[in-house]
Structures are given as C-alpha cells and as structure tokens.
C-alpha cells in the first residue's frame, strides 16, 4: 500500500500531465477526444458492455452529436430529461433521447433531505455537520478545523474545512463539540437531489441494459470531479465505476467550438453562440442549465442569475420555488427566498433595463 507521500507524489505527476493536455490547440483536444471515444468504445466491447450517453445541457448534448459524427450512431443519449429547461426538452426530443423519470420530485426532495445550495460538495459537508453520527466524527471534526486523520497524514488546514464564510453561517451544529460561535441555518441542506433526480434512475437504467457511460464533464469546470478527472484521465475502469469523459481535457471555448463546428441545436435557454471581444466564445443567456430549483453555484452568479431567468420564463413557478415549496413546522410557508437571504444572494427586485429593453432584476 503507497504511503501518504507516495500517493501524493503519484497525483502530482499525474494533475502535471493533465493540465500541459489542457493547455494544447483546439485541434489537438477534438483529435485527442475522438480517440478517447474508440478507446473506450474498444475496450467495452472487449468486456461485453454496451455504452450509452448520459445527457443533459449544451456540453453533454455536443458530446451525443460527436460521437455520432464518428460513426457511433447506435450509442443512444440518455436523459431524466423533465427536470431540465424546457428548450433543452426540445433538443432531447429533437436527438431521439431515451428519457427516464426521477424516483422522487422536486418539492419532495427538498421537503425530505433539505436545500441544495452552494455546491454538491459543500452541501454534502453541511449535510454531515447536521446529522452526526459515531462513524463521522473525524470527517465532521475535519471539516471544522481542517485536521485530518491518519489516512490525511495528520494535516492541517486542509480542503476538507469549510471556508470562513460558510463555517460562519453554517457550522453552529458543532458549537459544543468543537467550542465554536457559528451559525445554524433556518433550513435544511443536502446533496441528495441529483440522486434521486437523476443518478439513480441513471444508474438503475445503465445496469438493466448492461449499458456505461459517456459523461460531459471537464475538468475546467471545477467542482468535486476537477481532481477525479485529473487523477483518472478520460477512461476510467475501477471495480465499481466504469465511465468515459472524452471533453475532460477541454476548456469553455473548445467545447462552444466543437458545437459550432456540428452545428449542434442550442436549446435556448443558452441564447446563441458568440464570440466576445477578447475573441472568447459564450452563451448570450445561460451559460449552464439545469433544474430549476437547484441552487449548485448560485453565490457565484451575476444577477440576472437562474432564479431570475425563472421568473421571465414562468412567475408562477418562481413564486412556488421561492416562497411556497416548503413549510416551517408551525405551517409558514417558505422556499428558496430564505436561502438566498441566508447567504447573501439578491432575487426579491425586478427593475426594467432601458437599455437592451428588457425586464432584468437588481438589488435597489
């Protein structure tokens, strides 16, 4: 078994490699991508396991469209696709996707495990703190302190603790067994939505048909899955999990390019491709989609943000998501307004911008 220092040493050589592959011409990743996608492809049939795509927004709609144009015309996409915007519903109908449904809604995931908010790793940690157990007790004193265990190397100041801020707001659930002053938060949080939104419903498809994964995921991205895909490269085969991200070398730009270049269906929530003055591509709208009551990264956006967006496209269900989809014991209502109070986010002013004569939202 490596030691602590050989296992880092490991992952330091391999993130170096990485990251000179993410620096190459677009040319070089397409090129790159593309053998990625035989390899995989190659190797699953060499272990009698069919492939699919996992789709859901504009990056995982291109990675279908790809793999497609190399020849792979029978791998099918893959979808819970109600829980997406409605526009990327239409590409999916569009491109002949599978859609699966989700084991639970919305509203009750939310009313059951709590907010998903911040990011899925960062809820997962909150979700920890407010449910303590025996078995978590080391992981639950990292992520207040930053001090990991053996496995860790007896560290400090880890990226297992909490930032400042959100250790402020939402940390109180250790106050007594850690002898700090935080915060405990007017809600619930979790990261349990995706799962049953989504993964499991996924998963349970991909096992009834033998079938793995094609996933759109980059390592530019960010997130929990930046030093997975680091570390592991675009084809991984492990005991458990078996999935391909031909895209994991890509940056923004190359993936925008790449749906220019096969003319892929921008739903419209993204408004249009375009190219800013630094030479940049973008979305004119969104540049991610999703589930509209997902909060994964909404501390990170300019207004007009997701929940805005949302209420352009349908007051009433922004009303519900914001004010109405839960209830505090005593029976009064709340939503994702509170959330977003709790944690510094604008939603509440609508003002009309002159401008480019249209309604956007501001904090007055």
Request: aromatic share 12%.
């Given at each position: 078994?490596?030691?602590?220092?050989?296992r880092?040493?490991?992952?330091?050589k391999?993130?170096?490699?990485?990251?000179?592959?993410?620096?190459?011409?677009?040319?070089?990743?397409?090129?790159?991508?593309?053998?990625?996608?035989?390899e995989?492809?190659?190797e699953?049939?060499?272990?009698?396991?069919?492939?699919?795509?996992?789709?859901?927004?504009?990056?995982?709609?291109?990675?279908?469209?790809?793999?497609?144009?190399?020849?792979?015309?029978?791998?099918?996409?893959?979808?819970?696709?109600?829980?997406?915007?409605?526009?990327?519903?239409?590409?999916?109908?569009?491109?002949?996707?599978?859609?699966?449904?989700?084991?639970?809604?919305?509203?009750?995931?939310?009313?059951?495990?709590?907010?998903?908010?911040?990011s899925?790793?960062?809820?997962?940690?909150?979700?920890?703190?407010?449910?303590?157990?025996?078995?978590?007790?080391?992981?639950r004193h990292?992520?207040?302190?930053?001090?990991?265990?053996?496995?860790?190397?007896?560290?400090?100041?880890?990226?297992?603790?909490?930032?400042?801020?959100?250790l402020?707001?939402?940390?109180?659930?250790?106050?007594?067994?850690?002898?700090?002053?935080?915060?405990?938060?007017?809600?619930?949080?979790?990261?349990?939505?995706?799962?049953?939104?989504?993964?499991?419903?996924?998963?349970?498809?991909?096992?009834?048909?033998?079938?793995?994964?094609?996933?759109?995921?980059?390592?530019?991205?960010?997130?929990?899955?930046?030093?997975?895909?680091?570390?592991?490269?675009?084809?991984?085969?492990?005991?458990?999990?078996?999935?391909?991200?031909?895209?994991?070398?890509?940056?923004?730009?190359?993936?925008?390019?790449?749906?220019?270049?096969?003319?892929?269906?921008?739903?419209?929530?993204?408004?249009?491709i375009?190219?800013?003055?630094?030479?940049?591509?973008?979305?004119?709208?969104?540049?991610?989609?999703?589930?509209?009551?997902?909060?994964?990264g909404?501390?990170?956006?300019?207004?007009?943000?997701?929940?805005?967006?949302?209420?352009?496209?349908?007051?009433?269900?922004?009303?519900?998501?914001?004010?109405?989809?839960?209830?505090?014991?005593?029976?009064?209502?709340?939503?994702?307004g509170?959330?977003?109070?709790?944690?510094?986010?604008?939603?509440?002013?609508?003002?009309?911008?002159?401008?480019?004569?249209?309604?956007?939202?501001?904090?007055?």
């Amino acid at each position: 078994m490596q030691s602590y220092e050989e296992r880092s040493k490991d992952y330091e050589k391999k993130i170096a490699d990485f990251q000179v592959k993410q620096k190459q011409p677009y040319e070089f990743k397409k090129k790159y991508a593309e053998t990625r996608v035989r390899e995989f492809i190659r190797e699953c049939d060499k272990r009698g396991l069919e492939c699919h795509v996992s789709v859901g927004g504009l990056d995982s709609i291109t990675l279908l469209m790809f793999i497609h144009s190399l020849g792979y015309t029978d791998i099918p996409g893959v979808s819970v696709s109600s829980i997406e915007d409605s526009s990327v519903q239409e590409v999916h109908r569009k491109l002949g996707v599978i859609r699966l449904s989700p084991y639970k809604n919305k509203a009750e995931i939310i009313r059951e495990f709590g907010f998903p908010v911040l990011s899925k790793e960062i809820a997962a940690k909150i979700e920890l703190l407010a449910n303590p157990s025996e078995k978590n007790k080391t992981v639950r004193h990292a992520i207040i302190t930053g001090e990991t265990g053996e496995y860790g190397g007896f560290r400090k100041g880890t990226r297992m603790q909490l930032a400042n801020r959100w250790l402020e707001l939402f940390g109180g659930y250790e106050n007594e067994n850690e002898g700090v002053d935080y915060q405990i938060p007017p809600f619930k949080v979790s990261s349990k939505c995706c799962y049953f939104l989504k993964e499991k419903p996924a998963d349970d498809w991909a096992k009834e048909h033998n079938s793995v994964p094609f996933l759109g995921l980059m390592a530019s991205e960010g997130g929990r899955r930046e030093k997975s895909l680091m570390i592991n490269g675009c084809n991984y085969f492990g005991k458990s999990t078996i999935r391909s991200a031909p895209f994991a070398i890509f940056m923004r730009d190359d993936i925008l390019q790449l749906a220019l270049d096969l003319n892929v269906p921008v739903p419209k929530a993204y408004g249009e491709i375009k190219r800013s003055f630094d030479g940049r591509l973008y979305t004119t709208k969104a540049q991610r989609t999703g589930c509209s009551m997902c909060g994964f990264g909404i501390h990170l956006e300019k207004r007009p943000h997701r929940f805005d967006r949302l209420r352009e496209r349908n007051e009433k269900e922004w009303d519900f998501w914001m004010n109405r989809c839960c209830k505090d014991p005593d029976g009064t209502p709340y939503g994702w307004g509170r959330v977003l109070d709790y944690i510094g986010v604008g939603w509440r002013d609508k003002v009309f911008d002159m401008k480019n004569n249209q309604i956007s939202f501001a904090d007055l």
